[in-house]
């Protein structure tokens, strides 16, 4: 499972969301973000004019093993941009990670915290018995069954299997 916590202020207080792949959403794995609460996953005050009503998508791409955004207004004659750290968004989709700002209007969102993504994976090799070993025995030979890593194949490895120490 991924999940995704964002964080911003809205009317004085501090308001946060923590959504998964999973969660019941508009559409799995996709978090709709504006003003239309018919729309969207988090509503925006509808006072935020500078929102748009459906302004941007976040979703998880298995492909890049992370949380992506996307700017729903990018094909409109006057788009509304998104700007994330400071780059304006527009028609590309680009990769979220902790800490990333994401400004919609006057409105800030920070990504606090992100579960299961491509930043807690290492990579890692894997013999040609399939041992999974750390990066580290590259050019060296497998503690398991003695064959050469000299062209294994590169893999990442899950939290899981760097916690395995390799056997001697």
């Given at each position: ?6 964080e ?52 998880y ?11 729903l ?8 941009p998104?700007?994330v ?7 590309e ?6 800490g ?28 040609v ?18 064959y050469s890593?000299?062209?294994s ?16």
């Amino acid at each position: 499972m991924y999940k995704i916590t964002l964080e911003w202020i809205e009317e004085g207080g501090t308001r946060s969301q923590t959504i998964s792949n999973e969660d019941n959403t508009r559409e799995v794995g996709k978090i709709f973000i504006g003003r239309d609460e018919n729309q969207c996953d988090i509503v925006l005050p509808s006072s935020e004019k500078t929102v748009s009503r459906l302004h941007v998508v976040i979703f998880y791409d298995s492909h890049r093993q992370g949380w992506c955004l996307k700017n729903l207004t990018g094909n409109r004659s006057s788009p509304n941009p998104a700007i994330v750290n400071g780059k304006i968004i527009i028609l590309e989709e680009v990769l979220l990670s902790v800490g990333s700002l994401i400004q919609l209007g006057r409105i800030t969102i920070v990504v606090k915290q992100i579960e299961g993504n491509k930043s807690q994976y290492q990579y890692g090799i894997r013999c040609v018995n399939g041992h999974l070993l750390p990066y580290d025995f590259i050019g060296d030979f497998c503690p398991h069954c003695g064959y050469s890593l000299q062209a294994s194949e590169t893999i990442y490895l899950s939290p899981e299997d760097q916690d395995i120490p390799p056997e001697n």
